[in-house]
């Protein structure tokens, strides 16, 4: 059972920066798919950024976040830059992917961290 703890959230006003880091309790990151979404109050929570042999993002985030892990700390990190108020959510980082061609799908994620709140004022 892989353990994932994220931290890095908090309260940023529009235009600043953050980075998110999710550690795992074993090297799962260097060896699988890892990725990062986010839930809002009263939506569903959505694909925000991924990395394997290659990384992903979605349109809204593109340009401004960058997904990275160091391997020797079985560590993912997501560098947000150009924060707007919509990135406002928990965000949660993922691993254990089963199907690599849905590496944008939160449902193929086998393990979950707990999340970290993003506040973004305007």
């Known amino acids: 059972q892989v353990q994932l703890v994220e931290s890095g959230g908090g309260l940023v006003e529009a235009g600043g920066s953050l980075r998110l880091s999710c550690a795992a309790s074993?090297?799962?990151?260097?060896?699988?798919?890892g990725g990062w979404f986010r839930q809002a109050p009263g939506k569903e929570r959505e694909f925000v950024a991924a990395?394997?042999?290659?990384?992903y993002y979605a349109d809204s985030v593109k340009g401004r976040f960058t997904i990275s892990r160091d391997n020797a700390k079985n560590t993912l990190y997501l560098q947000m830059n150009s924060l707007k108020p919509d990135d406002t959510a928990v965000y949660y980082c993922a691993a254990g992917l089963r199907y690599s061609s849905a590496i944008t799908s939160p449902g193929q994620y086998d393990y979950w961290g707990q999340g970290t709140q993003v506040t973004v004022s305007s």
């Open positions: 074993e090297g799962t990151f260097s060896s699988d798919a």
């Open positions: 990395i394997r042999r290659n990384v």
